[in-house]
């Protein structure tokens, strides 16, 4: 993992919190969250 | 004191790889760094055993990932169990293999309780180009299925060889498969042998200008539209933002930065994102055996520097800009090709 990070071009700090992040604010039946797999990024109605 | 060290981590959810082969041969899928390999296939008693340790820990929900993991042979077997045990789980998938009325009819059975479906082209021609793949006809077919029966949404990778075809695939999607929603995600490297590949990545103001002059049309076919903003918040003019987040239109921050998910690969391997399961954190068997050593290692002061590096400040002007909360900087793979420094503006200063 430490080989990957250095591949990495992040120069920033750690920040002191973890950012929250925008979610969906109208959830209802049959909407779609992501997937965040990683290999396709579609879409689950979670 | 960093983010990490303030609270015992403990997932929420969490990506079961169940194999590497597939259908398709997506040029900026992380499974050619398997080579797709047809031999990387979860036991069913290992995809059982993690599922219930998965469930000790707190999971609430389980993604059946791959490869294509329709072709995961102990698919079926695997829903009932999970079924039984009262888990919900969402599989991901291109679809190709429900067009197939014999695996259709047997599926239909013992379903998953969700489905994805990466939608990967609009016409023929595209898909051959993009997958490799002719049998449009029964990807047709088989995302149809999936959609009339779980009333579902398509998710589209915006990648190079969309950059001029994003609203034709959308329609696609609409009219022809009937989605009921579509979510855009933008193409992040892949890595091979310890090399980002970033072939079918979009340089980043290209993409911007992209979507910006498709947005109206593509809005046009549905409103339940989302762009899951990988790529940071300042890269946008401000207005498209607000527009976004106004008509709730955008989602961001990935499970790893928040530390919200984890990926258990086909032998065992625990690894932060999918796309880096050449970097594993631990071993099933080995590092880990049931709940309590899983959630052990996930809190190792170790494994909590990986995951500090991981979400660093892409740079530090991002501290001084008010939508770092929300923005997160965007996928940190994108820095294995991108130089921060040229891109990143706070928006405090533009």
Known sequence: ?46 | MSASESAVVKPSYAWLTVNRNCNFRCEWCYAQGAYFDKGQEMTLKKAVELTDMLLAVGITHLFVTGGEPTLWSPLLKFNSHCHDIGLDNTIVTNAMHFGKDEFWERYIESPNTYVGVSLKAGNPKQLYETVKIRRFDLVTKGVRRAMDHFKSGVGIVYNSHLADNLVDICRFSVEECHAHSIKIDFCSPVFVENQPLAQCVMEPYQLVSGIIRDYPEIVKLTTELSFIMSIPFCFWPKSFIEELEAEDRIESVCHMVKREGIVVTSDGSLCMCNELFDYSIGRYGVDFTDAETLIDLLNEPVVNGYYDQMSRYPSNRCQECSWYNKCGGGCPLLWSVFDPEQYVQPVEGR
């Open chain 1, 1 to 46: 993992m430490s080989k990957f990070i250095q591949m990495l071009k992040l120069q920033g700090d750690v920040p002191k919190k973890k950012p929250k992040g925008v979610a969906k604010k109208r959830e209802r039946p049959g909407q779609f969250s992501r997937c965040e797999c990683g290999h396709c990024r579609c879409v689950v109605n979670i």
